[in-house]
């Protein structure tokens, strides 16, 4: 195929620093971030933010079949040149955060998505998965190399928090590789990492999704603060009563919340569930 950036130059397009274009051109990367994925000839592939199309032809070379989003509708003409003869790939221009994920998910079945974003709209991308999907097997991010550091660090760090948390109930995140910015075009001001969570069904067994979401939250919403003043602040509880639930979770009363493993959230939020609080 002709060199991406040549198609871009060719094409008259203009990158857009509002939406994070930086593109990945490099053959060996990108069927690298492929294999790091897991992606087979069973999968199928939902991708976000699909640039200049040339992650989504190395996907469309190994999965069953590759579904990808694309805000920018300037990339039209691009995506219909790199991804000619890719049959199995297919895009969808829109912003995927207001994309409706159950009727894709219908659509698609079981999948497994793959990302190259901004930095802005990872997390959010990341969370909406986290949350709401049912269908999904996992999910390979590049992400800022300190996003990175957030999405795997351990519990009592300063990476640590409801991200980490978040992403911890539902599979376990591996740094893959790192890539450096001189792999970009054009390039960023920071360094880049692939990450990869696998979804583990009931990796962490909880009462309510929603009650350890609202627990997660309740421990960082004051980081400096004792998980029990948190608890009293955020559910309007009398200190006893929040003493009295953390030592009924195995929890003791002067710790701060991001010291507590998923496995202790988990067990507060059954706690606070089985009482009615969350
Ligand atoms: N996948 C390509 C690659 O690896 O070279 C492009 C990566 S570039 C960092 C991110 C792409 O995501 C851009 O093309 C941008 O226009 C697109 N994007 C940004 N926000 C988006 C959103 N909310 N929904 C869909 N695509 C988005």
């Given amino acids: 195929m002709e060199d991406l950036r040549d198609i871009l130059a060719g094409s008259g397009f203009a990158f857009k620093k509002k939406f994070g274009q930086n593109f990945l051109t490099d053959a060996n990367l990108l069927d690298a971030i492929v294999r790091d994925a897991g992606v087979g000839e069973d999968t199928t592939v939902l991708e976000i933010g699909a640039g200049a199309g040339a992650l989504t032809r190395a996907l469309s070379k190994a999965a069953k079949r590759v579904l990808a989003y694309e ?6 003409p691009v995506l219909a040149h790199t991804l000619a003869g890719c049959e199995n790939a297919e895009v969808a221009f829109g912003d995927f955060l207001r994309a409706d994920l159950a009727a894709l998910e219908e659509e698609l079945g079981s999948y497994r998505v793959v990302a190259n974003l901004p ?4 997390t959010p991308v990341v969370m909406r998965f986290l ?13 800022q190399q300190e996003v990175a550091l957030r999405f795997t660090a351990q519990p009592g ?37 692939v990450v990869c969570i696998d979804f583990v069904p009931g ?17 960082f919403a004051g980081r400096r603060k004792t998980l029990e003043n948190n ?4 559910f309007r509880l009398p200190r006893e009563r929040a ?35 969350a």
């Fill in 203 to 219: 990796r962490i067994p909880v009462q309510s999704e929603g009650a350890y979401r609202a627990v997660v939250r309740c421990a």
């Fill in 71 to 76: 805000i920018d509708a300037s990339l039209k």
């Fill in 131 to 143: 949350e709401e999907a049912k269908r999904c097997t996992g999910l390979t991010v590049m992400v």
């Fill in 243 to 277: 003493k009295a639930l953390l030592s009924e979770a195995g929890i003791a009363d002067m710790v701060r919340g991001e010291t507590l493993s998923p496995a202790d959230f988990a067990r507060l939020a059954d706690v606070l569930h089985a009482r009615g609080i």
């Fill in 157 to 193: 760090t300063a990476d640590y928090g409801a991200v980490t948390a978040a992403i911890a109930l539902k599979g376990e995140a591996r740094i893959m590789r790192r890539v450096p910015r001189t792999m970009f075009t054009p390039r960023p001001n920071v360094d880049s990492a």
């Fill in 119 to 122: 930095y802005y709209v990872t």
């Fill in 231 to 234: 608890l009293m602040n955020t």
